[in-house]
């Protein structure tokens, strides 16, 4: 009988499942069966009110305090929490979700902990903790032996792998589902990978097709009332922005905001960007009118936002703060009530303009000096190292001898070895050093395709050894060692070769090895601390003085 209650649920049938959930408690009533009893009060908050639901909620706390087992209280919390969750409050949704995850553990029941930890996930998800969820997400997906779990996973995993740019991932994701659903007929799940396939081609920059698929999706959400109606009109707005349609968009966008006031829910930060975009559209028509309603309303949502998105809120970056707006609001209604102050408010408003234009020039070029030291420092670290170079070649030095100095051990360099000569022989150790001495000298590292597999196969010997040395007596991994081999010898090639520099980006990018220049530039910057083109700049800039 529960299968067939969540079955309705799933496919939006809410009367019957309704209906099924009060035959249920009473039959469990009727026979005074206290698990099916609580069974029931689970079923029954579903289709409720808040209100309702948690009066029903709280019978569940009532009949399961003297229920032996690991069920509860953890159930009765997670329960609370997925209802704060279903209704846009997190923060009691959270602390739900961590006393359910505490009493989980405490009673060892491991299918209430992942339950907890799938529930957290859409939290970090929500905050913009997306490396975090997907990590959950990813792992459930693949492990959970609860069904009705998986496509929850798929969705989830799939919305972090667009934020990540993961879309090659996101894609393979979109397909299985949409196979699944169509398998199924289950109507709300074909939607909701309409939505996700709109988001990936939003990202790809699609907006035509994100426009086609992000419509389907909102035509059927809003004809059930789901919240993922807000989501598709948000994205579909902003596909209409990127088309620099600012009318298609301020339609959307207005209608969101309608969607908002009747639900009275804010339901993603993202929010933000719809009132600052509708101020500006009406800032640029010198509609003072509906610039200030729009005003009003960016900050009694921003401040449920602030209140419900704390971590998030403090990370994105706001292009109207409170202050500033409730400055400008101030001033829009003293120009509606007398125009002749509209040459104070334009003086004031070109001084902090000017003032923010100066602060930005100032900002880049002291970036830029930064920029330009360490490129300098760069050279001149390069050229000394060559000139030591070409000296020690001069000069003929008898052999050295070779003194041995007494030094007294560090426990933690003791430590060190004994774990180096327990997991690496020390003659395998030499051999490899030999092998990376040659790997270097020869250039081999300009290969394009090298993988610590395909040079462990070359020098014969297996990946863990390598990779074991490579962390010990390099002091990085293996991807680290491979690209600073390729940048140092770019940093060197790029000084002594002018031909060299003149090379496109791509094509420098191959002859070092990489497979595209994405990787490369990424490689360089986080190498050196800046771009390619500052460098070849100050080459050049040396070169000429």
């Known amino acids: 009988m529960k299968n067939k209650f969540y079955d309705y649920y799933d496919h939006d049938q809410s009367t019957e499942s309704k209906l ?46 003297n229920i032996k087992g690991n069920l509860y209280p953890a159930r009765t919390y997670l329960t609370k929490g997925n209802l704060y969750y279903k209704n846009d409050n997190l923060k009691a949704s959270l602390d739900n979700y961590i ?84 398998i199924s007929k289950n109507k709300y799940n074909i939607s909701q990978y309409s939505y996700l396939s709109g988001l990936y081609s939003f990202k790809l920059k699609k907006y035509n097709d994100a426009i086609s698929e992000l419509s389907k999706a909102y035509d059927y ?40 006031q009747k639900t009275n829910s804010t339901s993603f930060p993202e929010l933000r960007e719809v009132y600052t975009y509708l101020i500006d559209y009406y800032k640029e028509k010198n509609d003072k009118v509906k610039q200030l309603y729009y005003i009003e309303r960016f900050i009694k949502v921003d401040e449920k936002l602030d209140e419900q998105f704390k971590y998030l809120s403090t990370e994105l970056p706001k292009k109207y703060d409170t202050p500033n707006l409730l400055q400008e609001k101030e001033s829009i209604i ?14 004031v408003f070109l001084l902090i303009v000017l003032m923010f234009l100066s602060f930005l020039y100032y900002r880049s070029k002291k970036t830029e000096k930064q920029h330009r030291k360490i490129a300098q420092d760069l050279i001149n670290s390069i050229e000394m190292r060559d000139l030591e170079t070409r000296e020690a070649k001069i ?7 070779i003194e041995e100095i007494a030094t007294e051990d560090k426990p933690e360099d003791k430590i060190t070895e004994d774990k180096t000569a327990k997991a690496t022989p020390e003659d395998i150790t030499q051999f490899i050093l ?30 863990t050894y390598l990779s074991e040395v490579i962390n010990t007596q390099k002091g990085k991994n293996f991807a680290t060692y491979l690209n600073d081999l390729r940048i140092d010898y770019a940093l060197n090639r790029l000084i002594k070769d002018k031909k060299f520099r003149s090379y496109k980006l791509m094509a420098i990018a191959e002859e070092l090895g990489y497979n595209n220049e994405q990787s490369f530039s990424l490689a360089f910057k986080k190498k050196t601390g800046i771009t390619l083109s500052v460098y070849i700049k100050e080459i050049e800039k040396s070169n000429n003085s």
């Open 434 to 463: 030999k092998e990376l001495e040659i790997f270097e000298a020869k250039e081999l590292f300009l290969k394009k395709g090298i993988t610590s597999a395909s040079l462990a196969k070359n020098i014969k010997t297996n990946t």
């Open 20 to 65: 099924i959930a009060k035959y249920y408690l009473q039959k469990a009533k009727n026979d005074k069966n206290n698990l099916q009893i609580a069974e029931g009060y689970i079923l029954m908050q579903f289709n409720e009110t808040v209100p309702t639901a948690l009066k029903y909620i709280d019978s569940l706390d009532i009949i399961t305090q």
């Open 395 to 401: 000069v003929i030095n008898p052999s050295p001898v």
């Open 334 to 347: 003293n120009d509606l009530q007398n125009r002749k102050a509209i040459l104070n408010v334009s003086i």
């Open 221 to 260: 959400f809003s004809s059930i009332n789901d919240n993922n109606a807000n989501y598709a009109l948000f994205n579909i707005g902003k596909s209409y922005a990127a088309l620099k349609n600012k009318e298609k968009a301020v339609q959307n966008f207005i209608t969101l905001d309608a969607n908002i």
């Open 99 to 182: 006393l359910g995850l505490k009493h989980a553990k405490m009673q060892n029941n491991q299918e209430l902990i992942d339950i907890a930890n799938m529930n957290i996930a859409y939290l970090n998800y929500y905050m913009g903790k997306y490396a975090a969820a997907a990590k959950t997400f990813r792992y459930y997906l693949y492990h959970t032996k609860d069904e009705y779990q998986q496509d929850p996973m798929r969705v989830s995993l799939i919305t972090c792998y667009i934020e990540l740019n993961k879309t090659d991932s996101a894609n393979i994701l979109i397909r299985e589902g949409q196979k699944a659903a169509v």
